[in-house]
C-alpha cells in the first residue's frame, strides 16, 4: 500500500480521491486550512485509521513550511504528491506574503511544497507528482514581468495563467527528477460541480449558475486524479497533460522551455524573498 499526500481534500475533487484511495488501502496524508473540516473528513473516510492531518494554508508560505516539516519528522517515504488545491477569486487578493493569491495558491505555494517533499519521494515506490491543472490554460496570457498583475486584475486571466504554470511546472519536474526515478505530470478533472466560482456576482456568476446544471460531480472529477494516483500509467508516463484519464495535447504555450525556466525563477526569487532560502537544492 502506498502512502499519499493530498492538497485540499476538505470538499469537491480532494475529498473523492482521498475517499476512493483510502478505500483502496493507501495512507493519506492530508494538507488542508481548515481543522475542524479535516476531521470531518476523517471520519468519512473508509479506513480512518490510514488517514493524517496537517494544518496548510497555501495562502501562507511559512504554513507550508511548517507543514512539510512535520510531515518529515513523521514519515520516511512517500509515494505519491497531489498538489490538488487551488481556485479562483473573484477580484485581486495580496497574500500575507504580498504575493496575489491566485498565483500563490494554485502555484507558488505548491512548487514549495513539491520540492520539500522531495527527499521523502526518492525513497518512495512508483514516487509520482500530480498536479491538477486545466483547460483554463488555453485562454492563458502570461506576464513574467507582471505575475502580481499590478498592471490590472481580470480573476479568469490570473487563474488561466496559474493553470498553464502548473503545465509548465510538471513539465519541468520530469525533467528534473527523471534521473531520481520520479514521475510527474499534470491533469484536466472536467468541467466540476464544485462550488468553485459560487462568490462570482453579477453577469459571471448568473452564468455559472446557467452552467451548474451541466457539470459534472465532484466524484467523476476526481476519476483522473485516482487512475494517475493508482495505476501503472501514472508512473510509466511523465511529463504530461492527461484528461479523462487519458494523454491529451495542451496548448501550444505549454511548449515553452523558456517560459518554464522563468517560472522556476520567479518561485525560487519569491520563496527565498519570504522564507530566506532556496527549496531547490
Do not use: W
Not at 55 to 75: F, G, H, I, N, W
Not at 105 to 132: A, C, D
Not at 232 to 238: F, P
Not at 245 to 254: C, I, M, R
Amino acid at each position: 500500500m502506498k502512502t499519499v499526500l493530498i492538497t485540499g481534500t476538505t470538499s469537491g475533487i480532494g475529498f473523492e480521491t482521498a475517499k476512493a484511495l483510502n478505500k483502496a488501502g493507501h495512507t493519506i496524508l492530508m494538507l488542508n486550512r481548515n481543522a475542524e473540516k479535516s476531521e470531518k473528513v476523517m471520519s468519512q473516510m473508509p479506513q480512518p485509521a490510514h488517514v493524517d492531518f496537517y494544518r496548510c494554508d497555501l495562502a501562507d508560505l511559512r504554513s507550508v513550511k511548517k507543514a512539510t516539516d512535520e510531515v518529515l519528522k513523521k514519515y520516511e517515504s512517500l509515494d505519491i504528491l497531489l498538489n490538488n488545491a487551488g481556485g479562483i477569486v473573484p477580484e485581486k487578493v495580496m497574500t500575507k506574503d504580498g504575493y496575489e493569491l491566485t498565483f500563490q495558491m494554485n502555484q507558488l505555494s505548491h512548487f514549495l511544497l513539491t520540492y520539500e517533499m522531495l527527499p521523502l519521494l526518492k525513497k518512495g515506490k512508483e514516487p509520482r507528482i500530480i498536479t491538477l491543472s486545466s483547460e483554463a490554460h488555453r485562454a492563458a496570457k502570461p506576464d513574467f514581468d507582471d505575475l502580481e498583475c499590478e498592471n490590472g486584475y481580470a480573476s479568469f486571466t490570473a487563474y488561466a495563467n496559474a493553470k498553464l504554470y502548473n503545465l509548465y511546472f510538471a513539465k519541468q519536474l520530469s525533467k528534473e527528477l527523471k534521473s531520481s526515478g520520479i514521475a510527474a505530470n499534470a491533469l484536466h478533472p472536467g468541467v466540476v460541480n464544485t462550488g468553485f466560482g459560487d462568490k462570482y456576482k453579477g453577469i459571471i456568476g448568473s452564468l455559472i449558475k446557467l452552467l451548474k446544471p451541466f457539470l459534472i460531480n465532484a466524484q467523476k472529477g476526481a476519476q483522473t486524479s485516482i487512475h494517475l494516483a493508482a495505476t501503472e500509467a501514472g508512473y510509466e508516463k511523465s511529463g504530461l497533460y492527461f484528461k479523462n484519464k487519458k494523454p491529451a495535447k495542451p496548448h501550444k504555450l505549454a511548449f515553452n522551455e523558456e517560459f518554464e525556466n522563468r517560472l522556476k525563477a520567479a518561485c525560487i526569487e519569491r520563496i527565498e524573498k519570504t522564507l530566506g532560502y532556496n527549496p531547490v537544492k
